[in-house]
């Protein structure tokens, strides 16, 4: 499932220095580019931790930015950013990330099945660490594929 949602084009490292706000908005660009997300999701995203605190935080540096579908998905999708400096959630040094992943779900089963793989391979602290030291696309679109074919 992820591996079908989670295409090459999607997933992006960074050197730069980002606010958690930049790196929401660059792990976004991919499906705002690709006509999944409308701006209005990015800005929903953002309103949303900002008014609802560091929830998104999974916690081992990831974190999920996501919004309601009704606030601009027009098809699901997900992408992935890699900072090699972490960006701190709401600046607070608690909620270091540096594995950004955005999530939009068109409708509530799609959103089920793409947050259940999510958590599968996140959950697996092997899989977790290839992602983090993955140095492209490719190898982390091959490390989710290897994982959902060994399940």
């Known amino acids: 499932m992820l591996s079908r949602l989670l295409p090459e084009r999607n997933i992006h490292f960074t050197s730069s220095t980002l606010t958690w706000r930049e790196a929401i908005?660059?792990?976004?660009?991919?499906?705002?580019?690709?006509?999944?997300?409308?701006?209005?999701?990015?800005?929903?995203?953002?309103?949303?931790?900002?008014a609802?605190?560091?929830?998104?935080?999974l916690g081992h540096g990831i974190a999920l930015a996501h919004?309601?579908?009704?606030?601009?998905?027009?098809?699901?999708g997900i992408a992935m950013l890699r900072l090699a400096e972490p960006a701190a959630l709401l600046d607070q040094p608690e909620h270091a990330v540096d594995l950004y992943f955005c999530f939009a779900a068109a409708d509530a089963d799609a959103h089920?099945?793409?947050?259940?793989s999510l958590a599968r391979i996140?959950?697996?602290a092997d899989t977790r660490?290839?992602?983090?030291?993955?140095?492209?696309?490719a190898e982390v679109v091959e490390l989710i594929t290897e994982f959902e074919e060994s399940e």
């Not at 792990?27 to 309103?47: F, H, K, N, Q």
């Not at 609802?52 to 935080?57: F, M, N, R």
């Open 67 to 76: 919004a309601r579908p009704e606030r601009g998905v027009v098809r699901t």
């Open 129 to 137: 660490q290839a992602l983090r030291d993955a140095a492209s696309a």
């Open 112 to 116: 089920m099945r793409a947050m259940a």
């Open 25 to 50: 908005t660059q792990v976004a660009a991919p499906l705002l580019e690709a006509g999944d997300i409308t701006p209005e999701y990015i800005r929903a995203m953002l309103d949303s931790v900002e």
């Open 122 to 124: 996140l959950s697996d």
């Open 52 to 57: 609802g605190g560091t929830y998104i935080d």
